[in-house]
């Protein structure tokens, strides 16, 4: 089998035919090809340069004529759905997902910058993602046993939230019989039906909007719910709703740690809704973690997590409002599955595969760090 030719060849040979061709010609399946061909992870297409991939977090312009920004749109436009369209062309942005056959399925972002048109396109992987791929802490598939309860995943973005997500579901889907909904915007995961039955809605083309996918839902009898992303208070309400009335809901926010994701709920509410809102979190959360991805000893990232498995003392800090004790109640369930921000870079520094440097910049509490790394708890 021919080997895949070096970038710094890529970027010069890709235009080597010597054949003629018009600029405004459509090119998005080539650049599309290309980027699956060489195992990039996004397609950038920006006024004033050339299309550009990024590989092993590297951006390469290719051998191609610069853009403009009618290049792009005339290459993404007649790309995106009927409704992703008419977004952009009243909004000025769409986000909508793409499947090209044999080459995948894509997200595409377009936009305008200066006045003009811009894409930014991620290369989505052909299938769900395995929990055991992910190198994060073994205690995160109990998050897959849990049978009912809102399970928030938090981190900033590209963290790999929605990655982690769909690697908890692929879990469910091959283990257990049930009935699974995922609500997305776009959908990035195609689940094919396992044990499990899975349906999923996306946003712009299944349903309006996520409060109006997420009311149907919870009418057709799921085991488990998928909410791609909290993103106003009415989905918000209806999730912590569903994961109180007996359904297992998983949702990200973007967020640092898991102080700052219950706080982030609440604070989505009016001031005098918030009690509220923190009695109906304290009762149908179940589970609470966040992740980074740090860079890896040797080469690429590693995630590091902080994991929440909510039980009576995390409600009742919730209700008060006394987030602030919610990391010393991480430490007290740690037998539960519970795991403080500073204990899994302590086990990422002692298998070697994170430096000391980075966790102690990482680390939110440095002194524990040290302990942690220097005298490792019995579980």
């Not at 990024?54 to 007649?78: H, S, T, W």
């Not at 890896?296 to 039980?311: N, Q």
């Not at 409600?315 to 010393?328: D, F, G």
Request: negative net charge; contains cysteine.
């Amino acid at each position: 089998m021919d080997e895949t030719p070096p970038l710094d060849r890529l970027v010069i040979e890709l235009n080597s035919s010597g054949l003629s061709r018009d600029r405004h010609a459509p090119r998005l399946e080539e650049w599309l090809v290309t980027l699956r061909g060489h195992g990039g992870s996004d397609l950038y297409l920006v006024a004033g340069l050339p299309p550009s991939i990024r590989v092993n977090g590297v951006v390469l312009q290719l051998a191609e004529p610069v853009l403009d920004g009618d290049d792009i749109e005339e290459n993404v436009l007649r790309a995106l759905p009927v409704h992703a369209a008419e977004n952009y062309r009243t909004k000025g942005y769409a986000d909508a997902s793409l499947r090209r056959g044999s080459v995948g399925r894509f997200r595409i972002n377009l936009h305008r910058e200066r006045g003009r048109a811009a894409a930014s396109i991620r290369a989505l992987p052909v299938r769900p993602p395995q929990l055991h791929e992910l190198a994060l802490p073994p205690g995160v598939e109990a998050l897959t046993r849990l049978s009912s309860g809102l399970v928030l995943v938090g981190g900033p973005t590209g963290s790999g939230k929605t990655t982690t997500v769909a690697a908890l579901v692929d879990v469910i889907n091959r283990r257990d019989a049930k009935h699974i909904v995922t609500i997305e915007d776009p959908i990035e995961y195609d689940h094919p039906h396992q044990r499990s039955v899975v349906e999923q809605v996306e946003i712009g083309v299944d349903a309006v909007d996520f409060p109006t996918a997420l009311r149907s839902t919870v009418r057709q009898s799921p085991d488990v719910i998928v909410v791609g992303e909290m993103r106003d208070p009415e989905t918000m309400r209806m999730a912590l709703a569903a994961g109180e009335t007996g359904h297992l809901v998983f949702s990200t926010l973007h967020t640092s740690d898991v102080t700052s994701t219950i706080s982030r709920v609440s604070d989505a509410f009016p001031a005098e809704r918030q009690p509220t809102i923190r009695q109906e979190m304290s009762m149908a959360l179940s589970a609470v973690m966040t992740q980074v991805l740090l860079p890896k000893t040797g080469g690429g990232r590693i995630p590091a997590v902080e994991l929440l498995m909510v039980g009576y003392g995390a409600r009742q800090h919730i209700r008060k409002n006394a987030l602030q004790h919610l990391h010393q109640e991480i430490t007290i369930t740690r037998r539960d599955g519970s795991l403080t921000f500073e204990e899994c870079l302590a086990q990422l520094v002692r298998r070697g595969v994170l430096s000391l440097d980075e966790a102690r910049a990482r680390a939110m509490h440095r002194e524990e760090l040290d302990g942690l790394v220097a005298n490792p708890r019995e579980g």
